[in-house]
């Protein structure tokens, strides 16, 4: 979502610009549109994956511009010379300024709240009703939330385990009067959610109308200091750290310093949680990949007992089991895409398969040492894509690649017979490459943006703090995107594509 870019943007993507990208995908006869997760992120921190909570959406991605009360309070006209020089900046900058992005729409909303507080909410309007039956109606997954945002705001966002006792504990007498205390913010972030949810509606009919289907990336964990973690520590436990054993590509594997889940406790309230948050993302998408699958099977952490790491469960068998429980539960009245890259143990494909759950088949990863699999033969119950957010374009891993692998990408994706073979990254290998993912056997075919367009800018490298991560913005707006000769050329290379693969 950030990516996009539109004449009208606070220098990132937001939910009034998905009709143009909708436009596109209809030329170019595309018919699913993921995204990677739109939940609420930590205040300053770029990543979708930093969530504050596992209910709701990012701010971040609300238009402005379709506000009213930003409207009537005289748009960015009332911006004052120096915010108006900023969002010139933002808007122009190649990729997301979020020093710029932040302030300038915390002052957007700031202004149009004000403005919804004093002449709707004051004056009890049909829009402060419909505010107000939309809360109550949401329950407890808001409630927690927007008093969690606001005392954090007021505790200068010190993580919630250093709060004062009677907060961090949660005594139901000093939340009310927390509450009571700091309403005008609570309401405040509970309006954000409103007019958050107010335009993903009006996106999803947008898609509906079109034929598009949307779906949603949900991440597996959410972060120590959210309101969730805050809420439910019972279930979102924190005396150890979620992570990922030892494998090929790292030694001691890696430490997430997430917290991990509580399936046994869970299961005792009947998974009440865990359901809740799967009806609430179910409301948003047409269906969602489930991210890090295999830790529904099973959990690596680390704790003072174990700082090398242990499994829990600890044997196969609960695996499988936990597993088989937990993806039936969650893809019950749900679609659901299974994201079980990385080092996954044969059982979990087995599983998810029985499950009727599609598997990610990522071209450059299917391979037997320096054999690649053909992708007409992938199993028909999985997701071919070219690459994830977490690699590089195809272009790039091209030019990267040593002449045998790609002499062993031409002999096992038939879409490369009689094309060159060059360490160059030609339109005519472009094409091909194009061709093997949606002539392949897998039911679901999703390609990145950067590889439709052949193009080399990543969104994020694993393992690295820098400010391109989670920053990538496409070079045309959307308004132009059928328009510009490169991504016009690309829709409809990718229609005749498509027709031809007749998906």
């Known amino acids: 979502m950030?990516?996009?870019?539109?004449?009208?943007?606070?220098?990132?993507?937001?939910?009034?610009a998905m009709e143009g990208l909708f436009r596109w995908m209809n030329e170019a006869r595309q018919k699913i549109l993921m995204v990677l997760p739109l939940l609420p992120t930590a205040p300053g921190d770029s990543s979708p994956y930093a969530?504050?909570?596992?209910?709701?959406?990012?701010?971040?991605?609300?238009?402005?511009?379709?506000?009213?009360?930003?409207?009537?309070?005289?748009?960015e006209g009332a911006?004052?010379?120096?915010?108006?020089?900023?969002?010139?900046?933002?808007?122009?900058?190649?990729?997301?300024?979020?020093?710029?992005?932040?302030?300038?729409?915390?002052?957007?909303?700031?202004?149009?709240?004000?403005?919804?507080?004093?002449?709707?909410?004051?004056?009890?309007?049909?829009?402060?009703?419909?505010?107000?039956?939309?809360?109550?109606a949401q329950?407890?997954?808001?409630?927690?939330?927007?008093?969690?945002?606001?005392?954090?705001?007021d505790q200068q966002r010190r993580a919630w385990w250093e709060w004062p006792e009677p907060l961090k504990h949660r005594q139901p007498e000093a939340l009310k009067a927390e509450g009571q205390r700091l309403e005008r913010r609570v309401r405040y972030h509970a309006?954000?959610?409103?007019?958050?949810?107010?335009?993903?509606?009006?996106?999803?009919?947008?898609?509906?109308?079109?034929?598009?289907?949307?779906?949603?990336?949900?991440?597996?964990?959410?972060?120590?200091?959210?309101?969730?973690?805050?809420?439910?520590?019972?279930?979102?436990?924190?005396d150890a750290r979620l992570g990922v054993p030892p494998d090929d590509f790292s030694a001691t594997g890696q430490d997430w310093g997430l917290p991990y889940f509580d399936f046994a406790a869970m299961e005792k309230e009947d998974y009440r949680w865990l359901k809740a948050r799967a009806v609430k993302a179910a409301s948003y998408y047409d269906l969602r990949r489930v991210d890090h699958a295999v830790g529904y099977f099973r959990q690596w952490i680390r704790d003072e007992k174990t700082p090398t790491g242990r499994f829990i469960p600890s044997d196969e068998e609960s695996h499988k089991k936990f597993g088989e429980r937990h993806f039936r539960l969650l893809s019950q009245d749900a679609g659901i895409i299974a994201e079980d890259l990385g080092v996954i143990p044969p059982f979990v494909r087995r599983i998810l398969a029985d499950l009727g759950l599609p598997g990610y088949r990522v071209m450059r990863w299917e391979r037997d040492d320096n054999t690649y699999r053909n992708p007409h033969q992938y199993p028909p119950i999985s997701l071919v894509t070219t690459g994830t957010h977490d690699t590089e374009p195809m272009a790039d891993w091209w030019d990267a690649a040593r002449?045998?692998?790609?002499?062993?990408?031409?002999?096992?994706?038939?879409?490369?017979?009689?094309?060159?073979?060059?360490?160059?990254?030609?339109?005519?290998?472009?094409?091909a490459m194009l061709a093997a993912a949606l002539n392949s056997s897998s039911n679901l075919c999703v390609l990145p943006w950067q590889d439709i367009l052949g193009t080399r800018e990543r969104i994020n490298l694993p393992g690295t703090m820098s400010d391109s991560n989670w920053a990538y913005r496409i070079t045309q707006d959307v308004e132009d995107l059928l328009k510009d000769e490169q991504s016009r050329g690309a829709a409809e290379r990718l229609s005749w594509l498509t027709a031809s693969a007749r998906r």
């Open 2 to 16: 950030f990516s996009l870019r539109s004449r009208t943007d606070f220098g990132i993507g937001n939910f009034g």
């Open 51 to 75: 969530t504050r909570s596992a209910f709701g959406l990012n701010p971040l991605f609300i238009d402005v511009h379709q506000l009213p009360e930003f409207q009537a309070t005289g748009g």
């Open 79 to 136: 911006f004052s010379d120096e915010q108006k020089r900023q969002l010139a900046e933002a808007r122009a900058a190649h990729r997301v300024r979020y020093d710029l992005v932040f302030p300038l729409k915390d002052a957007a909303f700031g202004r149009a709240f004000d403005h919804f507080d004093r002449h709707e909410w004051g004056a009890k309007t049909a829009r402060a009703k419909e505010f107000q039956a939309w809360r109550e």
């Open 139 to 153: 329950g407890e997954w808001l409630e927690s939330y927007a008093l969690f945002t606001a005392i954090s705001e």
């Open 191 to 238: 309006w954000l959610q409103w007019v958050a949810e107010q335009q993903w509606n009006q996106v999803r009919a947008q898609a509906k109308a079109r034929g598009i289907l949307l779906c949603g990336d949900e991440p597996f964990i959410i972060g120590q200091d959210s309101a969730d973690t805050w809420a439910h520590p019972d279930i979102l436990r924190r």
């Open 403 to 431: 002449d045998d692998e790609r002499a062993a990408v031409a002999r096992a994706w038939p879409e490369y017979q009689g094309v060159p073979v060059t360490k160059e990254f030609t339109p005519e290998i472009h094409r």
